[in-house]
C-alpha cells in the first residue's frame, strides 16, 4: 500500500520560509518522479515542482527563483523549500509521486500553508 505523508506546513508572515518534507513507503522510490501540487484559492490544483528520477527539477513559473525541490532516495522522502512566500502562496499542497509524466500516481493528504501580509 503506498502512502504519501506531508509534514512542514504552517502559517509564516510574506516573506517567510516553510520547507515542506513528503516521505513516501510501499513503493520503489528511486523510480518514481515525485512532485508538488498545490490547491490555492479560486484555482485548480497546479504543479509547483517534481524532480525526475536522476534528479533534475522542473517548476511552475511563478515558483521559479524560489521553491527548490530535492529528493533523498535513501530517505525515501521528497522536500520543497518556499522561500519568500507571499499570500497568493497560500493553499494546500500535496506530494505526488507517479511512474511518468503522463500518469496520474499517488497522492498525499495535503498539508495547509498559510501566508500572512
Known amino acids: 500500500q503506498v502512502q504519501l505523508v506531508e509534514s512542514g506546513g504552517g502559517s509564516v508572515q510574506a516573506g517567510g520560509s516553510l520547507t515542506l518534507s513528503c516521505l513516501a513507503s510501499?513503493?520503489?522510490?528511486?523510480?518514481?518522479?515525485m512532485g508538488w501540487y498545490r490547491e490555492t484559492p479560486g484555482k485548480e490544483r497546479e504543479l509547483v515542482a517534481r524532480?525526475?528520477?536522476?534528479?533534475?527539477?522542473g517548476y511552475g513559473d511563478s515558483m521559479k527563483g524560489r521553491f527548490t525541490i530535492a529528493r533523498n532516495n535513501s530517505l525515501n522522502t521528497v522536500f520543497l523549500r518556499m522561500n519568500n512566500l507571499q499570500p497568493e502562496d497560500k493553499g494546500v499542497y500535496y506530494c505526488?509521486?507517479?511512474?511518468?509524466?503522463?500518469?496520474?500516481?499517488?497522492w498525499g493528504r495535503g498539508i495547509q500553508v498559510t501566508v500572512s501580509s
Open positions: 510501499g513503493l520503489d522510490f528511486p523510480r518514481y518522479l
Open positions: 505526488n509521486a507517479r511512474r511518468a509524466v503522463s500518469l496520474e500516481g499517488y
Open positions: 524532480i525526475f528520477y536522476g534528479g533534475t527539477p
